[in-house]
C-alpha cells in the first residue's frame, strides 16, 4: 500500500468523504406528488414503523439518534402525529392507514434515489467499501467512548 500522505494527497481524507456522503444522504428529499417532502428523518421514522408497526416512543428515538437530536425526533412524531400518519398513546406509535399510504408513495421515490446513489457501483466496490469502513470503526472502537 502506498504511504498515507500519497493516499491523503491523491484522494483525500476519507473521513472528508464520509462527512460528505452523510451529508448528501441527509439532504436527499423526498417529494411525492400528494404528500409533501420527505427527509431522511422522516423517511427513517415513516419507514422503520411500517416495517414494525408498533414501537415504544424509546425504540424510535433510540433508533433514530444516530440521524437527529431528541428535540428533532419529537419535531418529526408531533408533525406526522398531527397529520395522521401515526398514532401515539402510551409512549407507542404506530403507522395509521395514511400512513402506510404515504409510505408505498415515498417507498417508490426512496427506491429510485437508492437506484441513482448506486449507479455505476458493482456489488464487490459497495461491499468493499462497507468491509474497509466496518474494518475502521473496529481498529477506531479503543479510541472512542
Known amino acids: 500500500m502506498e504511504n498515507i500522505k500519497e493516499i491523503f494527497d491523491k484522494k483525500g481524507p476519507i473521513g472528508y468523504w464520509i462527512k460528505k456522503a452523510d451529508s448528501v444522504f441527509t439532504n436527499v428529499t423526498r417529494t411525492t406528488r400528494q404528500n409533501g417532502s420527505f427527509n431522511r428523518l422522516e423517511w427513517q421514522l415513516l419507514n422503520t414503523l411500517h416495517e414494525k408497526k408498533q414501537l415504544a ?8 439518534s444516530s440521524f437527529a437530536t431528541d428535540s428533532e425526533i419529537q419535531t418529526v412524531v408531533h408533525r406526522f402525529e ?20 404515504v409510505f408505498d408513495e415515498v417507498f417508490e421515490i426512496q427506491e429510485e434515489i437508492k437506484q441513482n446513489a448506486l449507479r455505476g457501483i458493482s456489488e464487490e466496490d459497495y461491499c468493499t467499501t462497507v468491509d474497509t469502513l466496518q474494518k475502521m470503526i473496529e481498529n477506531l472502537k479503543e479510541y472512542t467512548d
Open 57 to 64: 416512543l424509546v425504540e424510535v428515538t433510540e433508533f433514530l
Open 82 to 101: 398531527s397529520e395522521n400518519l401515526i398514532q401515539a398513546d402510551q409512549q407507542h406509535l404506530s403507522i395509521t392507514h395514511k400512513g402506510e399510504q
